[in-house]
């Protein structure tokens, strides 16, 4: 992929957000060297990917332990531009901490946090916080870092150390997720189309008619043609009540032949289907700490 004509990636920020992080690690992957532009919220991230010819986006897709995001996946499906596309993947290790500006962490009598980020750590919140903790629920982990100014030295919140220590917060207690394999998918979104590596995948999103059998019979086509399917969940398609959106994932590039025929044969048997991307299969990569 060419990206000399790239002057902006964006997403989900504030500053020290683990998206953020992600954006670092695909501009290193990359060399890019452009201007970043963090955003409220993803569907705005992928809102000004589509309207902008010169932008990238780096948004969440998906958490090992709450699964799907689905307001990514809601958004990348209805991009006006059907050439937005996931161009490549970032799997991140998550580790939060809870953080605060005092040091006392048996003072602490509310958190707060991204929904995801507080629903990771409910054994902790649950075994070592007081009965009553006032739970408060921010737009992204570094949001509610950096939203303590606005509340008591009795209030903390959950990020990464990378948060505490650009918001000059203290740790109080580290590696807090109940799964210590926690890991999130970020993918690099934009107007490009991907060479092959070999190693592979590509994401589509169907729907089909409302009747037995219909979900099967696309599954079969998978089977038949030998492609291992890694992924797949459902959305509601908000057309129509009892109709949904099926999303996928499985090994290959659209450029491959036995792709494209399946594909082309997938298509036959559904009422509406977005290519979503072709794109290298992503490594687990240590994050910063």
Do not use: W
């Amino acid at each position: 992929m060419n990206f000399e004509n790239i002057t902006t990636i964006a997403y989900l920020g504030p500053q020290a957000s683990f998206s953020e992080m992600a954006k670092d690690e695909f501009c290193k992957q990359y060399n890019l060297n452009v201007s970043s532009n963090p955003m409220p919220t993803i569907r705005q991230v992928i809102e000004y990917v589509d309207e902008n010819e010169n932008a990238l986006g780096v948004v969440p897709v998906e958490n090992s332990i709450e699964g799907s995001v689905r307001e990514a996946m809601d958004n990348l499906m209805i991009t006006r531009n059907p050439d937005v596309t996931i161009l490549s993947e970032y799997i991140m290790p998550i580790r939060h901490c809870l953080l605060s500006r005092t040091t006392e962490f048996y003072s602490i009598t509310g958190i707060i946090s991204h929904p995801q980020a507080l629903a990771q750590c409910q054994n902790f919140i649950h075994d070592e916080m007081p009965f009553n903790v006032n739970i408060i629920e921010a737009t992204s982990t570094a949001e509610a870092a950096r939203s303590l100014q606005n509340y008591n030295l009795t209030y903390a919140a959950i990020g990464s150390k990378k948060t505490a220590e650009v918001y000059n917060l203290n740790i109080l207690k580290e590696n807090i997720n109940d799964d210590k394999t926690n890991q999130t998918r970020f993918v690099l979104i934009g107007k490009f189309h991907t060479e092959k590596t070999g190693h592979d995948k590509t994401s589509i999103a169907f729907s089909t008619e409302n009747k037995p059998g219909a979900l099967l019979n696309v599954l079969e086509i998978f089977m038949k043609n030998n492609i291992n399917l890694s992924y797949i969940s459902s959305r509601p398609s908000k057309t129509k009540f009892g109709d949904y959106i099926f999303i996928v994932n499985f090994d290959g590039h659209i450029e491959d032949l036995g792709i494209k025929n399946t594909i082309d044969e997938i298509q036959k048997q559904t009422t509406f289907m977005r290519f979503l991307g072709s794109y290298p299969k992503g490594k687990t990569i240590e994050s910063p700490q």
